[in-house]
């Protein structure tokens, strides 16, 4: 128990004592792992929270809202760090470099942005899908971001220069 509607994203600390979970009822909240007993909640967000990622080192949260926006949050504290804005949509998903220097957002205005990790700067915005980008993940070097969109489409991308480097086409209406 504990949110107040859909629990619809989560994430495990790095040393697995905690979870993040991301819900429609705008917030994140921090559990013990082993007991399920809530630590606490963090309250910042004007829309559903759909998911949240947890960086490397264990002391950063980030998560991706409906109000367009992302959050970094401290992760012993609960404290709202800064919010990242520039995405005209929902933030649909979020993810943090292995080295916890950046963060990438993914959204339903079709773009990533690939934004400091530390400075909450927007480095890149990564152009190419036609329709709501639902997911991304990072490579485990770093060196290469993947986003899934509604436009059936995967899209790898380098991390450091934003270039399309390859599409795999998930459907075609001539597919057999």
């Known amino acids: 128990q504990g949110h107040e509607n859909v629990v619809y994203g989560c994430a495990i600390h ?8 991301a819900s429609y009822d705008h917030t994140l909240k921090i559990w013990d792992a082993r007991t399920g007993v809530e630590q606490r909640t963090l309250r910042g967000h004007t829309g559903r929270v759909y998911r949240c990622a947890i960086n490397p080192a264990g002391d ?3 998560s991706a809202s409906y109000d367009h926006t992302l959050k970094i949050w401290d992760a012993r504290t609960g404290e709202e760090r800064f919010t990242l804005l520039g995405h005209t949509n929902e933030v649909e998903g979020c993810a943090i470099s292995p080295s916890g220097d950046y963060i990438v ?3 339903g205005d079709g773009t990533l942005k690939v934004w400091d990790a530390h400075s909450g700067e927007e480095r890149l915005t990564l152009l190419g899908h036609t329709d709501e980008v639902r997911g991304c ?3 485990p070097a ?3 971001i993947v986003s899934a969109s509604n436009d059936w489409t995967l899209k790898v991308w380098d991390a450091h220069t934003g270039t399309c480097l390859c599409t795999c086409l998930l459907y075609t209406s001539d597919a057999a």
């Open 14 to 21: 790095p040393s697995g004592d905690t979870i993040v979970s």
């Open 60 to 62: 950063t949260i980030v």
């Open 105 to 107: 957002s993914a959204s």
């Open 137 to 139: 993940a990072i490579s």
């Open 142 to 144: 770093g060196d290469f």
